[in-house]
């Protein structure tokens, strides 16, 4: 059984394959009302499931009662820069949705997903937080800018 956040993630996603533009608006309390549940519980979702290492942008509008502007990513190397160009340290997790991101468009390989998976794994860098963190980043960029790098460049 999908659970709430489930379906509001489902209807998110279904209102965002509509849109021509890649781009709704939407408000916090009308969703809410829709699905039976508080503004926070909508807020979560759009917290955890449309991030940018996911491929969304959310931005929420001044004014307007809690108007919400979810944005999903145009597919490109463009991405990397918007997703880790600025990064200084990454948790595994968020390391691995950036790596399903770019899977999911097609800008790498499965196979190479996995390499860099296993390479930014904390038992591979065996070191202790916070530096951990900071070197798994690092080596993100780098690979990452290795494999979008053209070819002969």
């Known amino acids: 059984m999908a659970t709430l956040s489930d379906a509001i993630e489902a209807y998110l996603r279904g209102l965002l394959e509509a849109a021509e533009t890649g781009t ?3 408000q916090r309390a009308d969703l809410a009302e829709r699905f ?3 503004p926070s519980q909508v807020s979560y ?3 955890t499931r449309f991030v940018p290492e996911r491929g969304y942008l959310v931005e929420a509008r001044r004014g307007g009662g809690g108007g919400i502007r979810i944005t999903r990513l145009r597919p490109g190397v463009e ?3 918007r997703l ?3 990064v200084v340290a990454i948790d595994q997790a968020r390391a691995q949705h950036v790596l399903e991101h ?3 468009t097609g800008l790498i390989t499965v196979r190479e997903a996995q390499m860099i998976r296993a390479a930014l794994d904390r038992r591979t860098l065996g070191l202790d937080l916070p530096e951990r963190d900071r070197i798994r980043a690092r080596l993100l960029k780098a690979m990452l800018a290795a ?4 070819e002969g460049g």
């Open 24 to 26: 709704i608006e939407v």
């Open 36 to 38: 039976g549940c508080v």
């Open 45 to 47: 979702v759009l917290m």
């Open 79 to 81: 991405d990397f820069a």
């Open 84 to 86: 880790v160009g600025n």
């Open 102 to 104: 770019f899977r999911q």
């Open 147 to 150: 494999v979008f790098k053209p």
